[in-house]
């Protein structure tokens, strides 16, 4: 007997080591396709003005959703950084990607200044393919969260310099910010240090296709961003020339592939921008475009939803916006026909001043409370595999071991 029970014994003591009789369950393990979706700026109030409009739109009060509101996994992040109480972006999208709160104007280190290790890097060395895009540059505060390591977000080059030692597989955003230093440095170009390290940089669809085929490390760059620089706080449309964020998204996948596992980072920036300067309008609209590139995601998760986990958060609220303002403000309809119909007017491009948009805001009923960041929770909603683990209330410091599975 004390011979069969050292066998036994013996026996499952060598399947332990082995994966395949893992003590750790596969529900524990991270997805195999990995689509975090950060609406920069897009806190619970923005969503709540995206969903009156598109409740408008259909002639009712209230009723129309987003389709990430109705994932049916809903949380919320605290989003303070270690020294303020209303972050910035770089101090979240560190928090969200590395696992560790850090000072404001810090990026991918923490408080102390040490480097420290994004959930994509993680992944990479786990065998996943990784693709970082934004509708803004490539090297702004979010995207570069994920593999760059400054205390200085303003360090745009510096920034830029790190994304190929990453390694990750495929970028896509609208430029490279500050692409030949700061003011009086003429460095070298960034596109061209990129390139001299590894990656093919495309701009545009036209190059993308001729070089896709090519290079198993790319940097797409809208068409448009040959251009230097691209201003801040600026969000009226894209340029005729430029792909969408939806199709980024898509971008993304045709290059990665599905035979390998990915995580995928797509921001949201220009939500924040808009919202930076009280834009009602084009911060909706700029909501409607992200959901279309969560769409993107949700389609693939009806091909794969056994392997597939959908996250859609934000890093800050921005500007403060209610529906409802001032002391004396009357229970009416929200004047969402004035509003359209000045955004139809000017087709998207500025035409008002910010006295005459706050003019604008005021007869609507839409209220705004600054044009900076806002320091209240945000929303995270969850969809597939381990989305269950997104429940609640939660520091977006949570976020990184919630999608490792720790």
């Known amino acids: 007997m004390k011979k069969v ?7 499952f003591a060598s399947c332990l080591a082995f994966s395949g009789c893992s003590n750790t369950s596969d529900e524990d393990q991270p997805a195999k396709y990995i689509f975090l979706f950060i609406g920069d700026g897009m806190g619970h109030t923005q969503v709540s003005l995206t969903e009156s409009y598109l409740s408008y739109k259909e002639g009712k009060f209230g009723g129309e959703r987003l389709s990430f509101t109705e994932f049916p996994i809903l949380g919320t992040c605290e989003t303070h950084s270690v020294d303020y109480n209303v972050t910035c972006s770089s101090a979240a999208g560190t928090a969200i990607a590395c696992g560790n709160k850090t000072n404001n104007n810090y990026i991918g280190v923490d408080a102390d200044g040490k480097a420290l290790e994004s959930v994509a890097t993680v992944l990479k060395k786990e065998g996943y393919k990784v693709g970082i895009m934004s509708n803004v540059q490539v090297n702004h505060a979010t995207p570069g969260a994920f593999y ?4 200085d977000r303003n360090k745009y080059y510096e920034i830029g310099m790190e994304l190929p030692e990453s390694g990750f597989d495929f970028f896509a955003g609208s430029g490279l910010y500050k692409p030949r230093g700061h003011k009086g440095e003429n460095r070298e170009p960034l596109d061209s240090y990129i390139e001299r390290n590894g990656y093919e940089v495309c701009y545009g669809m036209e190059e993308y296709r001729g070089q896709k085929d090519s290079t198993d490390k790319m940097v797409f760059i809208q068409a448009s961003g040959r251009k230097e620089d691209t201003d801040f706080y600026v969000s009226d449309g894209r340029e005729e020339e430029d792909i969408s964020l939806d199709a980024m998204v898509t971008l993304a996948l045709d290059f ?3 035979d390998e596992p990915f995580f995928i980072m797509c921001e949201g920036g220009e939500i924040d921008w808009a919202a930076h300067e009280n834009k009602t309008m084009e911060t909706v609209h700029q909501i409607l475009d992200f959901e279309k590139a969560v769409n993107v ?3 693939f998760y009806n091909r794969h939803p056994e392997e597939t986990l959908i996250l859609v958060t934000a890093d800050h609220g921005t500007g ?3 529906l409802g303002q001032g002391p004396d403000w009357r229970p009416e309809n929200f004047r969402w026909d004035l ?3 000045q955004r139809n007017e000017s087709q998207g491009k500025v035409s008002l001043s910010a006295e005459e948009n706050k003019a604008l805001n005021d007869r609507a009923q839409i209220g705004w ?6 320091g209240e929770p945000v929303p995270l909603y969850a969809k597939g595999k381990g989305a269950e683990r997104f429940s609640g ?5 949570d976020i990184k071991g919630k999608i490792l599975g720790e």
Do not use: C
Not at 5 to 11: C, D, K, R, V
Not at 148 to 151: E, K, M, P, T, V
Not at 393 to 397: G, K, Y
């Open 148 to 151: 760059a390591h400054q205390d």
């Open 297 to 299: 995601a949700i389609e």
């Open 393 to 397: 209330r939660m520091d977006n410091s």
């Open 256 to 258: 990665l592939g599905e």
């Open 369 to 374: 409370t600054t044009h900076n960041h806002t």
């Open 339 to 341: 509003l359209e119909a």
């Open 320 to 322: 403060g916006a209610a």
């Open 5 to 11: 029970l050292y066998i036994f014994s013996l026996a």
